[in-house]
């Protein structure tokens, strides 16, 4: 699996009418740079960056705008953490939606990122490993920023994310990195720090459309039957899709598994 997608959709060109779904990138502080340099101009997906910000509410307000700047009602895509961003419109907004797909999304942003950053310790790194067990001690959004510190300082982070079938993928990744990927640190570090310590709500969503939840097996930023049991309560129609790979499925997996229609076969009722 090397996520070209040569091959596997419609190809996208402008925004709006050529565009049939927008992309909430992972984060926040990251930007979808190293989507639009994975696919180009393949999928009819509009790749938006989130702002610099200091809040959550300023990242679902400007998503919001996005979508009412298409003309019909769009395919929501989240990965990660922009789940949350998508739960918040999905309630704010739900006729602005015609489906949602949600890819490698903890319900628990803020746990999430403590098992990467568990995962990424294992790797023989003390002073990462000690600063997760403050951050999974306290709900202290201080310890919570030394922790993502310690990550961002360690050189073998990244490769936690990917799944053990995904090599190409992740050496594709890594290569490319230097010069599409970017990290906000304030940002992620100011709204990561809303949801430090604090439980999600799980009552019903108001949107009532079709939503697919995407899961890599080898995902470590998931609790797989915590998450699926929340994101179930909230979204009662939910579908689930089982991929081979590890968080960062648009990545490691064709655009067939993770874009295609939700009604393809290999889906979990």
Same mark, same amino acid.
């Given at each position: 699996?090397?996520?070209? =997608?040569?091959? !596997?959709? $419609? @190809? ?7 565009? *049939?779904? &927008?992309? #909430?990138?992972?984060? %926040? ?53 922009? =789940?949350?961003? !998508?739960? $918040? @419109? ?7 939606? *015609?489906? &949602?797909? #949600?890819?490698?999304? %903890? ?163």
């Amino acid at each position: 699996m090397d996520g070209t =997608g040569e091959g !596997a959709l $419609a @190809l996208g060109g402008g925004r709006g009418d050529c565009h *049939s779904a &927008l992309f #909430l990138h992972g984060g %926040p502080g990251l930007t979808a740079a190293m989507e639009r340099h994975w696919y180009q101009d393949r999928l009819p997906i509009y790749w938006w960056d989130q702002p610099a910000a200091q809040r959550f509410s300023e990242l679902v307000d400007a998503a919001a705008a996005e979508l009412e700047s298409f003309a019909r009602p769009v395919h929501l895509v989240a990965h990660s953490f922009a =789940g949350s961003i !998508a739960r $918040a @419109l999905a309630d704010a907004c739900p006729e602005r939606i *015609s489906r &949602l797909t #949600l890819l490698s999304c %903890p319900f628990d942003t803020a746990l999430g990122a403590v098992r990467v950053c568990r995962s990424a310790a294992a790797l023989r790194n003390g002073e990462l490993a000690l600063a997760t067990d403050r951050a999974e001690r306290s709900a202290d959004p201080d310890a919570f920023r030394a922790m993502v510190q310690a990550a961002v300082a360690d050189p073998l982070f990244a490769t936690v994310y990917f799944g053990p079938g995904s090599q190409a993928a992740r050496e594709r990744f890594l290569e490319a990195a230097p010069q599409h990927f970017s990290f906000d640190f304030d940002t992620y570090c100011f709204v990561m720090a809303e949801f430090v310590g604090k439980s999600p709500r799980v009552d019903p969503s108001a949107y009532r459309g079709s939503v697919r939840l995407v899961l890599g097996r080898h995902d470590v930023a998931l609790a797989p039957e915590e998450d699926l049991d929340r994101w179930r309560r909230v979204f009662p129609q939910l579908s689930v899709r089982w991929v081979d790979t590890g968080h960062f499925v648009q990545f490691e997996a064709e655009p067939g598994l993770w874009f295609g229609d939700a009604r393809e076969a290999g889906q979990e009722p």
